[in-house]
C-alpha cells in the first residue's frame, strides 16, 4: 500500500519511508558487492574446471583471519596488513589446489565436488587451530558515514563499493587484453586446443584458483571491520556466493556480479518488507528456486545437454 | 502400413538446422540404413526418434503411436529400443548384468516387493539372468559374462549394447554406427547379428559409415546430408546416385569413384 | 562344472556364516559391557548403531545411485523433531512419533526430490545443502513446535505397548535391530532389480534411460527411502536421548555422513557401515581404549574435524573404492582359495555387494 506521503506498509505494520528505503537498498548492495566477489571466483573455477569449489567460502574467511593476523599479531600498518592478507589466501588456494584437486587427475565431479567439501571443513578447522574459535575484528579503513539523500552510508561501504568494482575492472581487463587471460580463457573453452597452442591448462587451474581465492581473500578483508570474522563463517559465505553465481547465471563473470547485486538486494528488502526472523533463509529459499526453476541463471542463456 | 513412419522431422541448434524437413518410412522386418557424411544430423535425428531430444517440428509414429513428446523410458516401452555412437553402458557391472538392465522394462519387481524378497521376485531374476545369458549367447559374449563392461575390448563393447538393447524385446532397434571401430571379422560378426536379430522378428534402422556393411544387408537406404535427406531406396540405386556421390566426396569428379 | 556350483554354494554359505558371526556379535556385545562406565560406552555403541543406520541410506543414495546429498542431517532432525513433537507435545505412544517421522521425511525427501530431479552433480549437492540450511533454520525459528534454539526436552523414551525401552541394553537392542533391519531390505533392494536400476544410474544416465529404467520413479524413490531412514535414526535419537537441538542436525553433521559414505566405498553397504562405526567411535577414543589419558582424548577430540575432512579428502584421492573395495580384494582372494585353488579367471558375483 502507497499512502500519499510515499510511505510503504511493511508487512508487520512497520512503515518504511524513502531515505530508509535508500538506506536497505545501500545495505543491500554492499552486501552484494562481497556476493558478488565470492560468486566470481566460483565462476573462475567453474569455467576452468567445471568443478564447483565448495571450499570458496572458506577464502572469505582466511583474507579476514589472515588480515587481521598480519594486522594484529604483526603489528603491520592496515594496508600492508590487508595485502599480506590477501595474497597469503591466494597462496592458500593454489596449495588447495595442487594438493587435493590436482592428484585426482579423471576430474570426476562426484569426487571433486567431495574433495572441495572436505576442503572447506579442514581449512575452517585449521584456522580454528591458528587463529582461535573467538570472533575478530578489523579497524575500517576510514572512520564515519556519508549522507546519501538522507540515507547514511558507513564509509567503509565505499571502501567494499570500491574494492569489487576494482576487481570486477581489472578481471575484465586481465580476461581480454593480458595473454595470462586470453590463455585462462582458452583452457576454459578447450583444454585440449589450449593445450596445441603451447597452453599448459594445469597451469591454468592452478591459476584459477589462486585467482578465486584472491576474490575471496579481498571479500573477508572488505567486510570483516563492519561484521568481524571467525573461523566458521566460510559456509554462510560460500552459500551466498553460490547462489549469486546461479542467480546470475554460473559461468559468466558480469552475470556472476548481476547476481550478487541482485542477491543483495533482494535479502535487504525483504527484511525491509517481510521479516528478518528468516533473514538467513532468504538467499537459500532462492537458491532453491533458481535451482529449480531455472538453473541457468536469470542472465543465463538456455541450455540442453548434448547426447 | 510401416511400422516406423516419421514425417517432416525438424531440429535445430541456434542458427543450425542440423535435421531439416526429414521424411521416410520403415517398412516391418526391413533393415533401412542411414547414412551421410559426419555431422549430417544422423544422431540428433535418432535422437529424435527415440525421445532423448524433441524435434522443433515433424512428428514419429511407431505402430500408430506417436513418439514425439514421449520420455526415452516411454519409448522403450513401446517397444524402440536404441544403441548409441559413443557407448553407454554400465562400466561397473558385469556383461550379464549390464543386459539385465535392458530386461528392466519387461520386469516388475518394485522397491517394496524386492525389499520383501517375495518369492516371485526372486523367480523373475533367474528368468531375467537366463534371458541376459541367451541374449549373450546370440552376439557371441557369453565367454565375457562375469567381466565387468569396463574390461571388454571395443569392439565387443558394441555387442554388448546391442545385447542389452535387444533384452528390451523391441519391435524397431535403432543402432548408431555400431560397426565404428570394428575389424573385419567383428564387423563380419556384426552383419550376422543383424541378420539374426531381423530374422527374430526386429526391424532394424542403422546408423553406419562401412558402406560395405550398409550395402551388404540394407534392404532401403536413407542418405543425409548437412540435415536434409537427399536420397532414398534400394542400395543399388543409392550407390549409382550422383547426388550422393557429390555429398560424400564434396566437388570432385564423381567419375574416380 | 557341477563341483564348482558347489563350491560357490560353499562360498555362499562361508559368506552367510561371517554375517551370523557378526550379528552374534553385535547382538551379546552388551553381555560384555559392565563395570562403572557401562552405561556410557552402551550411550555411544546405540549411537554407533544411530550412525550406521542413516548412513546405510546414504549408501544407496550415494553409493549405489550416485546422488549426492548434503543436506541429510536435515532429515535426520525432521525425523527426530516429528517423532518428539508427537510423542512429547501430542502424548501418543513412540509408534506413532516412528510413523510420524517415517510419514514427514518421506514428504520432506519428496519435496526435495521432485523439483531437483533435473539436476545432477554439484547443483544437487547445493540443493540439499540449501535445504538443509532452511530446515536447521526453521528448527531454530519454529521455537512453537520444535524449542527453538534451546532445544526440545521431556522426550519419552521409546515404547512398545506396555514395554518401555528403559535399560540401556533393551535401547542398544531397539536401535541395533532396527539397524540391522534397514541392512537387510537395503541388501535385498540392492541385490534384485530395484538395484541394479540404481547402479545403471551411477554408471550411464543415458544407458540406463536407453534400457527403459524410469529414472524420475528411480531416483525419487531412492531419495525417499534414504532420507526415511534418516528420519527413523532421527526418531530413534530423539527418544533415547530424551532432547534434541537444532545444533546437531547442521551442515556438519551432513558432511560427517558424506564421509562415512566415501570412506565406506560405492556399491556396498558393509563399507558404509563400517565407516560408520570407525568414524563414530573416532569421537569416543576412550571407548576403544579405555586406558587413555585425559590429555589424549582431549587432543583427539579437538582434532576431531580434522580427521574427518582428510578422511574425506584423502580416501577420494587415495583410496577411491574405500573400506569396500579393499573387503573386495580380501574377498576375492579368499574365494580364490576356496572355490578354485588354481586360481584361474573365475565369475565375480552377480550380488552388487559382499554385505
Ligand atoms: N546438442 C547440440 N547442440 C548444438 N549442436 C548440436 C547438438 N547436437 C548436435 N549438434 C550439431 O548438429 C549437427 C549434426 O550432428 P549429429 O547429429 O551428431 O551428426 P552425425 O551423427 O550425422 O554425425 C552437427 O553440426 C552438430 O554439431
Ligand atoms: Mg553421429
Redesign the interface.
Known sequence: MISSTGLFQGRHGKTVDTPELLQFALAGLKNGSIYALVALGFTIVYASTGVLNFAQGEFVMLGGMLSVWAYSTLGLPLPLAGLLGVLLTGLVGVIFELLAIRPRKDGDPLALIIITVGGSMLLSSLARHLFGPTEKALPRFSEGSVNIFGASLERQSLWIFGIAAVAVVLLTFMYSYTRLGKAMRACAIDRNAARLVGIEPRMMVTLSFGLAAILGGLAGLATTPLTQTAFNVGPSFGVKGFAAAILGGLGNPFAAVLGGLTLGLLESMSVAFISSTYKDAISLIILLLVLFVRPQGLFGGSSRQKV | MSLLEVREVTRRFGGLTAVDNVSFNVPEGEICAVIGPNGAGKSTLFNCLTGFDSPDAGTVTFAGRELVGMRPDRVVRAGVARTFQNTQLFEEMSARENVMVGCHAKTRAGFVSTALRLPWTVKEERLAAEDADRLLRLVGLEEWRDAPAADMPHGLRRLLEIARALATQPHLMLLDEPAAGLNNSETEALAHALYRIRDHGATLVVVEHDMGLVMEVSDQIVVLDRGCKIAEGPPRLIQKDPEVIRAYLGEEDPEDV | MSGRSLNISRFLTVRAAIVAVLLLVVAVLPLFVTGTDARYVLKVLTFVGINVLIVTGLALLFGYA?Q?S?GHAAFYGLGAYASAYVTATLGMPWFVGLAAAIAVTALGGLALAV??L??R???L???T???G??MR??FV?ASSITGGPDGFSGIPLPSLGSFVFATPQSIYWLVWGVAALAIM?SY??VS??????M??L???E???????????GLKV?VFV?SAVFAGVAGSLYAATVGFVSPSTFT??FS?VL??MA?LGGT?SLAGPAAAAILLTLVSFPDIVLPGLSRDILAVVQ??E??I??????LV???L?EGIAGAGRRVLGLLRRGVVEPSGSDS??G?RGDEA
Not at chain 3, 206 to 216: P, T
Request: proline content about 4%.
Open positions: 550416485g549426492v548434503l523439483p531437483s533435473r539436476l552433480g554439484h547443483y549437492a547445493m540443493a545443502l540449501g535445504f540450511e532452511i533454520i526453521v525459528e531390505i535385498n533392494i534384485g532389480r530395484p538395484g541394479r536400476s547402479r545403471a551411477h554408471g550411464s543415458l544407458g540406463a534411460m536407453a534400457s527403459g529404467v524410469d529414472l524420475v524413490r527411502i551442515f556438519h558432511v558424506v564421509a566415501v556399491r579437538d582434532w574435524v580434522d574427518y575432512a582428510l578422511v574425506i579428502i577420494v584421492l587415495f577411491p565369475g565375480t552377480q
